[in-house]
């Protein structure tokens, strides 16, 4: 297949500018870090002007990955990195991008500059981090779901070192169904909010608290944890206490 090339000058400045412009976010620095480009679309999505930023040092996100990389890190790399960058825009709500930081090279083959060309991914981060937590979190009382009690029983499982041992306790609401019956699901999903409440405080004292399913909630107790007994009492004496109705004519 032949290479597409484009000999007019003209033609090949507009798309060069079309890009750099339009497409990605970009900032071009020295190789100390210092600001010496911003294309358009980097100062209209952060709401700054190119010359209240020129010269100065490019420290306006803090980069996150496994290795908390940050500019200082690669002044010797010749790779292109990538990775994702949270920072505060002008009215401090937290932004998210896809930046790629790449090294530019003079005659000598040696950094001359870094070009930063960035995307905006809030969105996507945000829906990741839903979907994230949807799958892990029970969606009627906020607390940990099936999942994530077998996964945490799992991890609990491999950490054991003899003769420790962790507690699973399962609770099982009597009776669940006359609730349901006589006062609606809408009083059956307050009473099963309450009692996640009531487990979830308990959290402070080192135990894991989910919902299995139904009314079937899970108490797990770390590995070396001995006052169970003790745990468990309180949690019998906290879940045995009255609950107010939401609704006074019921």
């Known amino acids: 297949m032949s290479e597409l090339v484009i000999n007019n000058n003209i033609v090949n400045d507009l798309l060069i500018k079309q890009f750099t412009n339009y497409v990605f976010m970009m900032i071009v620095t020295d190789i100390k870090g210092n600001i010496i480009y911003a294309n358009k679309k980097y100062c209209q999505f952060n709401h700054i002007d190119f010359e ?3 010269n100065k040092r490019y420290n306006l ?19 292109v990195i990538r990775l994702e960058a949270k920072h505060p825009n002008k009215n401090k709500q937290e932004v998210w991008e896809d930046i790629n930081i790449v090294p530019i090279f003079d005659k ?13 991914i809030t969105d996507k981060v945000k829906l990741r981090n839903d979907l994230l937590n949807k799958s892990y979190i029970d969606s009627l009382t906020g607390m940990a779901n099936r999942l994530s009690i077998i996964e945490k029983i799992e991890q609990e499982r491999l950490n054991i070192a003899t003769p420790s041992s962790f507690c699973l306790g399962i609770i099982d609401c009597d009776k669940f169904k006359t609730i349901n019956d006589q006062y609606g699901h809408a009083i059956g999903d307050h009473v099963l909010c309450e009692i996640a ?3 979830l405080a308990l959290e402070r004292q080192q ?5 299995l399913g139904g009314d079937e909630f899970a108490v797990l107790f770390p590995a070396g944890l001995r006052s169970c007994s003790l745990l468990l009492l309180e949690i019998i004496e906290s879940l045995w206490r009255g609950m ?6 019921q």
């Open 207 to 211: 135990v894991y608290c989910g919902r």
């Open 61 to 79: 996100f803090y980069l996150v990955d496994e290795n908390q990389v940050l500019f200082s890190n690669i002044s010797d790399n010749k790779e």
């Open 197 to 199: 409440q009531r487990l």
């Open 52 to 54: 209240s930023i020129k």
């Open 244 to 249: 107010e109705k939401t609704d006074k004519n």
């Open 108 to 120: 000598n083959n040696l950094i001359s500059h870094y070009a930063f060309l960035s995307l905006d």
